[in-house]
């Protein structure tokens, strides 16, 4: 899910023409607080709870971005090689194709840490949420 949202970040602010790096920055942080914003919404979370709650979210959201940024860096470093290697293309092959295996670890880590905040019910609603950010960030840029 994250992987989609990072996917549905990346196209959006192509498709939008923000070609400067603070246009990027700035797009960036109004999904994620916009995401972060349905999300409180969605789960009903107290004061208490978003104090708690949001920083390991945000911890969690940065770990995940870290593993897709450094397997898409080692795809572009491949890319841009002339002759890539097979063992050149093996590396980036696996580093992609296990970011999904390390963002379900990175997920499943904090799933705990989260239980320790949330109800089983704001657990659930959580992914619920998720999706549905997705959902409406296509459909918005599907209408365009």
Do not use: C
């Amino acid at each position: 899910m994250k992987r989609i949202a990072a996917i549905l970040i990346l196209v959006v602010a192509i498709a939008t023409g923000v070609t400067a790096q603070n246009g990027r920055t700035r797009f960036a942080t109004d999904m994620y607080q916009a995401k972060h914003e349905m999300i409180i919404q969605e789960l009903g979370l107290t004061q208490t709870q978003q104090k708690q709650f949001m920083p390991l979210y945000e911890q969690m959201e940065r770990e995940i971005y870290e593993v897709n940024r450094n397997a898409r860096a080692l795809a572009n470093e491949v890319e841009k090689k002339k002759n890539p290697s097979d063992r050149d293309y093996e590396a980036a092959a696996s580093a992609l194709s296990n970011t999904r295996v390390r963002e379900g670890e990175i997920e499943a880590k904090y799933f705990d840490k989260f239980a320790k905040i949330l109800s089983k019910k704001q657990l659930f609603q959580l992914k619920q949420a998720e999706v549905k950010f997705t959902r409406e960030m296509l459909s918005k840029k599907r209408k365009k």
